[in-house]
């Protein structure tokens, strides 16, 4: 189990600041009839085996489409749940390895391509967009079948 004190930092940092400063941003965004929030999940709001973190996450997302129809139509608030990230010093060797393996595009998302996605859902393509979460996982969640279990 975890320390009580590990679960109320994880839900702050994650919940909490979500809130807080969507609130914060978005009152402003909305006086000025017009803005985009992109916050910030992670594919670990799907896995129930990733507990406080991923109830954290799941947290984001249901913030995420609260707080799209709270500012709306002025105010845009999507989010992107990404999947492991390439770059991250934390990872073994073998856990990128299993993730490349397991996803069908072969790789791993990385910063850059988060960064851009942000950039992207703040402009007028997106605008009919909110209340959304986009999965940048190259595929991992998507269900599979192998072949001979049909």
């Given at each position: 189990t975890m320390p009580v004190a590990d679960f109320d930092r994880i839900l702050a940092g994650n919940v909490r600041a979500t809130f807080l400063l969507t609130q914060a941003v978005g009152l402003g965004m909305k006086?000025?009839?017009?803005?985009?929030?992109?916050?910030?999940?992670?594919?670990?709001?799907?896995?129930?085996?990733?507990?406080i973190y991923g109830l954290a996450k799941q947290g984001v997302i249901h913030l995420t489409e609260a707080m799209a129809l709270e500012l709306a139509p002025q105010v845009?608030?999507?989010?992107?749940?990404?999947?492991l990230i390439a770059?991250?010093?934390?990872?073994?060797d073998a856990t990128v390895r299993d993730a490349v393996g397991?996803?069908?595009l072969q790789r791993l998302v990385t910063r850059r391509e988060i960064a851009e996605m942000v950039c992207l859902?703040?402009?007028?393509?997106?605008d009919f967009m909110t209340g959304t979460t986009l999965v940048m996982d190259g595929g991992r969640s998507v269900p599979r079948i192998k072949?001979?279990?049909e």
């Amino acid at each position: 189990t975890m320390p009580v004190a590990d679960f109320d930092r994880i839900l702050a940092g994650n919940v909490r600041a979500t809130f807080l400063l969507t609130q914060a941003v978005g009152l402003g965004m909305k006086a000025r009839q017009r803005g985009h929030i992109i916050n910030i999940a992670a594919t670990d709001f799907r896995h129930r085996s990733h507990s406080i973190y991923g109830l954290a996450k799941q947290g984001v997302i249901h913030l995420t489409e609260a707080m799209a129809l709270e500012l709306a139509p002025q105010v845009r608030v999507n989010a992107l749940a990404p999947d492991l990230i390439a770059d991250n010093e934390e990872m073994t060797d073998a856990t990128v390895r299993d993730a490349v393996g397991a996803t069908p595009l072969q790789r791993l998302v990385t910063r850059r391509e988060i960064a851009e996605m942000v950039c992207l859902l703040c402009t007028d393509a997106f605008d009919f967009m909110t209340g959304t979460t986009l999965v940048m996982d190259g595929g991992r969640s998507v269900p599979r079948i192998k072949q001979g279990q049909e």
